[in-house]
Nanobody, 112 residues
């Protein structure tokens, strides 16, 4: 059974940073591209970033490019998302996703 467990969210002031983690199990992690999505209150699901299986190729939504960095450690079956220069509009539940499977999410709240 595929399991994805996110962590690292929290309350941070504008301009602050967080590092999200997603520990994967139930499949061969190093074989698959992975993505991060987010959902703000009252809004739909938004794609944030993706990374290919070996970590050599990444992509970002325009809204986060230059501020967020996706990475992975295949030896630890873990996906990361470094969030820098956070804005109030980054407030959302953040999910990691493999194909159609999504974790339970970790809440990021950006507020002064």
């Amino acid at each position: 059974e595929v399991q994805l467990v996110e962590s690292g969210g929290g309350l941070v002031q504008p301009g602050g940073s967080l590092r999200l983690s997603c520990v994967a199990s139930g499949f061969t992690f190093r074989w698959y591209g992975m993505s991060w999505f987010r959902q703000a209150p009252g809004k739909g699901l938004e794609w944030v970033s993706s990374i290919n299986a070996n970590g050599g190729t990444t992509a970002y939504a325009a809204s986060v490019k230059g501020r967020f960095t996706i990475s992975r450690d295949n030896a630890k079956n873990t996906l990361y998302l470094q969030l820098n220069s956070l804005k109030t509009e980054d407030t959302a539940m953040y999910y990691c996703q493999k194909e159609a499977v999504r974790g339970q999410g970790t809440q990021v709240t950006v507020s002064s």
